[in-house]
């Protein structure tokens, strides 16, 4: 795992849930976590989406977590049968689970004599861990070692993370830029993106192409921790662009 405040900070996601494997359910939770790591300076890595099963989750998190500076789990932490992502994490990490005190007490108050066996299990913690709060509504998520256990409800998620970032050591934010060139396919802009990119290995150059009413084209996004670096090879980029015939390129406004 990456260590020291000049390393690069590494974070992987481990997404839990048939309904997901199935295509029942649209996984937005990786999109909006890799936003908010890349704000905080976090790297994220690796994602995986493992199904329903206790085995195959503890093996995905222990490989995860022994590689990576930390895991974010998302998803299994309600009350039904199924909902085992809790008895996984502890497994991996050879504790036990017992029914948290501050929850309980959450639980209580909100369900009094409504709080049936299925509710209490989303009281389990793995021994030594502590809570990530929830601001949305609901039990909260938790946190052992290097790994972070969340919702998997988008919304719940979200708010989850706020309370994870915070306890996260950030390196350097990446900034992006793009480079908007239309009229052009892809096949006309590789030779000199292709150039750039290998002059520059500790940078990302990445091409998205776009159709449209307008036109087709593509936006090249380029992603670095260094901004005057970045400057640097923009104007490069551009120029490399316009040496092989490719005019119609522009800088886009910065967000």
Known sequence: MAS??????TCAVLIIGDEILSGRTQDTNLRDIARYLGVIGVDLAEARTVPDVLEEIVDALNALRSRYDYVITTGGIGPTHDDITADAVAAAFGVELEEHPEIMAMMTARWGDQLNAARRRMARVPVGGALVKNP???PPGFTIGNVFTLAGVPQIMRGMLEDVGPRMRGGRPTVSRTVRVEGSGEGQIAEPLEAVAKAHPDMSLGSYPFFSAEGYGSN???RSRD???LSAVVAELIDALRRAGIDNVKEMAVA
Do not use: T
Not at 4 to 9: I, L, S
């Open 4 to 9: 020291g405040e000049d390393k690069r900070v």
């Open 220 to 222: 090249l996004v380029i």
């Open 136 to 138: 949305v509504q609901g």
């Open 227 to 229: 901004p005057e670096q």
